[in-house]
């Protein structure tokens, strides 16, 4: 039979680096923002109907939609390099400096196309398309990226004349404000901009999207509990386990729309999650400023701020959510999703709110990437850095820990949380890696003499000494933050 499509898909590669090379988080909103709406499936149809070298390609409905991937179709018989360039000129007319892979194939449909000849080339795209290198010699630098050649200056905010490259222009000048923030003034007279996706998840709980969202990290910190500093903030960083695999399933499944009904239903739960992680971490007290900030939500990616003493409540409970919800996507045949089930791992990083947030991006990311090698990705796990203790190297006792370890355990943590800090710090003493043997027979002698014995059994039961010392090592690192 003669194939009826061409498909062509053009997305962001390493997308996550790409909206982290600025120094400031609203070039972090600004690029995720324009992202998702240049990939969206009306700024992609209006694209196909100005582009001539997009004449005869359609928006392909059997894709479904991600933030920072556009998909078409067309006649078989048309030339998909082509196509596929044009669309990477669109995309990068929106942020110059972005990189693009871009798949394509034949096939009666997308399922067909994508498990013949796309599948096999996502290692290896036939089109790599990367941002015009720097000029050289550049008379200057880019300020906010240091990675492109500064063409124009810009103010932001109380900031005036920062020379700026391309990308970094269009991240600030108009486009951060619109779609990204939009551009309406605080009740405070301050005129500061709030980012669009956190409008939509303060208006989803019932908050005013300007006046309850924290516009810094300062704001952010400040919204912790009477017990700490008030000057810490926690990154996290989120990521899908076997959503892949599940997408190659669904290849080999044969129903042309499922693909595009789960790609839809996987960025509704990821939104859903993050809403009630964030229900459950407001403050009982009246408090209004919402204690999280997002700043990536697309797909089965997410990366936000949290304050502090809540980042752990957050995480786990979005975890479970994601789990849990998308485990119950209507109309999905149970083989597909009980084969190995799709969730999500995620790597958390504590630090002073004045730490460089893309140094915390960068170090969340390291982290998950942890947790995941851990696992092997198959089950939802959370590696974590506590930087103001341990520097940006994590400790050679710290593991990641699943997330129904996490749940289990969150009785013994909270009654270990509830050990002074001192008594805490004379426990992390008592621990040497190299002697792991020696290590549990200290713990144990000390908890004995004052009849915490209770308080660390929970830690100190299962496996050889190197794993309980392992453990014990990482239940105190939790409960620096655990609340």
């Given amino acids: 039979m003669t194939a009826r499509w061409m498909y062509v898909d053009v997305g962001a590669a390493r997308i996550q680096r790409y909206i982290g090379r600025t120094r400031r988080l609203k070039g972090h909103r600004g690029a995720s923002s324009w992202l998702s709406l240049a990939t969206s499936h009306d700024e992609l149809t209006e694209a196909i109907r100005i582009r001539s070298a997009l004449s005869g390609a359609e928006v392909n409905p059997e894709a479904g939609e991600a933030d920072g991937v556009v998909s078409v179709r067309l006649p078989a018989d048309r030339d998909p390099q082509s196509v596929a360039e044009e669309l990477a000129a669109f995309l990068r007319s929106v942020l110059p400096a972005i990189e693009l892979s871009a798949l394509w194939g034949v096939g009666d449909s997308y399922l067909e196309a994508y498990r013949d000849h796309m599948k096999p080339r996502r290692d290896d795209p036939p089109l790599h398309s990367l941002s015009p290198p720097m000029d050289f010699p550049a008379l200057a630098s880019c300020a906010e990226c240091r990675a492109g050649s500064a063409v124009d200056q810009i103010d932001i905010h109380e900031e005036t004349g920062i020379p700026v490259c391309l990308d970094c222009l269009a991240r600030y000048t108009d486009r951060y404000r619109r779609p990204g923030l939009a551009a309406q003034p605080r009740p405070d007279g301050s005129g500061l901009p709030v980012y669009r996706e956190e409008a939509e998840l303060a208006?989803?709980?019932?908050?005013?999207?300007?006046?309850?969202?924290?516009?810094?990290?300062?704001?952010?910190?400040?919204?912790?509990?009477?017990?700490?500093?008030?000057?810490?903030?926690?990154?996290?960083?989120?990521?899908?386990?076997?959503?892949?695999?599940?997408?190659?399933?669904?290849?080999?499944?044969?129903?042309?729309?499922?693909?595009?009904?789960?790609?839809?239903?996987?960025?509704?739960?990821?939104?859903?999650?993050?809403?009630?992680?964030?229900?459950?971490?407001?403050?009982?007290?009246?408090?209004?400023?919402?204690?999280?900030?997002?700043?990536?939500?697309?797909?089965?990616?997410?990366?936000?701020?949290?304050?502090?003493?809540?980042?752990?409540?957050?995480?786990?409970?979005?975890?479970?959510?994601?789990?849990?919800?998308?485990?119950?996507?209507?109309?999905?045949?149970?083989?597909?999703?009980?084969?190995?089930?799709?969730?999500?791992?995620?790597?958390?990083v504590f630090s002073h709110c004045k730490f460089p947030f893309r140094r915390a991006a960068e170090l969340a990311d390291e982290r998950l990437r942890a947790a995941k090698r851990q696992f092997c990705g198959v089950v939802p796990a959370v590696a974590w850095l506590d930087v103001t203790r341990d520097g940006e190297h994590p400790p050679a006792t710290l593991r990641a820990w699943s997330l129904d370890d996490l749940i289990e355990l969150d009785g013994p943590l909270r009654t270990l949380t509830g050990v002074e800090r001192s008594g805490r710090a004379v426990l992390e003493r008592l621990i040497d890696p190299g002697r792991p043997v020696v290590s549990v027979a200290r713990l144990q002698d000390h908890a004995r003499r004052l009849e915490r014995s209770k308080v660390l059994e929970p830690f100190l039961t299962d496996g050889d000494p190197e794993a309980r010392t392992t453990r014990m090592a990482g239940a105190l690192s939790v409960a620096r933050w655990w609340r």
Wanted: net charge negative; charged share 25%.
């Fill in 203 to 348: 208006g989803d709980l019932g908050r005013v999207p300007i006046a309850d969202t924290a516009q810094d990290f300062n704001e952010l910190a400040a919204l912790a509990g009477p017990d700490t500093q008030r000057n810490h903030v926690a990154t996290v960083y989120v990521d899908g386990n076997t959503i892949g695999a599940l997408f190659d399933r669904i290849a080999e499944h044969g129903d042309p729309g499922l693909k595009a009904r789960i790609s839809s239903a996987v960025s509704r739960v990821a939104r859903e999650a993050l809403r009630e992680a964030t229900r459950v971490v407001l403050s009982e007290d009246g408090e209004q400023s919402l204690p999280v900030i997002p700043h990536v939500v697309g797909g089965d990616d997410l990366v936000v701020s949290v304050v502090a003493d809540r980042a752990w409540r957050f995480t786990v409970t979005y975890l479970d959510e994601f789990r849990r919800r998308l485990r119950s996507i209507p109309g999905v045949p149970g083989e597909l999703l009980s084969a190995v089930p799709p969730t999500a791992s995620a790597g958390l």
